[in-house]
């Protein structure tokens, strides 16, 4: 009988808590640890970063989510290689995992 009441109340508060949290657009995790930053303005678009010294090739790179992963914890760096007159890819950096910085969701931003 002790079981079921302690059950019964874990299930009422963790209830309560998840309600709570959502009505604030957070969640329990989101609160404690804190939100994922925000994505950068120029995400899946390619940005001249400049040209390359050693061999006079144009570098782009763009940042986007993994497939399937539209909010998670990491995003994907791409680079790739130019020539800057004939506008042909030379050259494919590998992919590189970029970690997402958490922002305290306690703080108000303003």
């Known amino acids: 009988m002790t079981y079921f009441v302690v059950f019964t109340a874990l299930v009422f508060w963790a209830a309560t808590f998840t309600v ?3 009505s604030q657009g957070s969640s ?9 930053e925000a ?3 120029h995400l899946n678009i390619w940005l001249d970063v400049g040209i390359e010294q050693p061999s006079g090739l ?3 790179e763009r940042v986007l989510f993994p497939p399937g992963r539209q909010d998670g914890p990491v995003l994907l760096c791409q ?4 020539d800057p007159t004939s506008k042909a890819i030379v050259r494919i950096a590998p ?3 970029v970690r ?3 922002v305290s969701a306690r703080t108000s931003g303003g």
Do not use: I
Not at 28 to 36: Q, S
Not at 79 to 82: G, K, N
């Open 20 to 22: 709570f949290f959502t």
């Open 39 to 41: 994505p950068p303005e």
């Open 100 to 102: 997402r910085r958490r």
């Open 58 to 60: 144009l570098r782009q």
């Open 79 to 82: 680079v790739r290689y130019r």
């Open 95 to 97: 992919e590189q995992r």
């Open 28 to 36: 329990v995790l989101e609160f404690l640890l804190g939100r994922y």
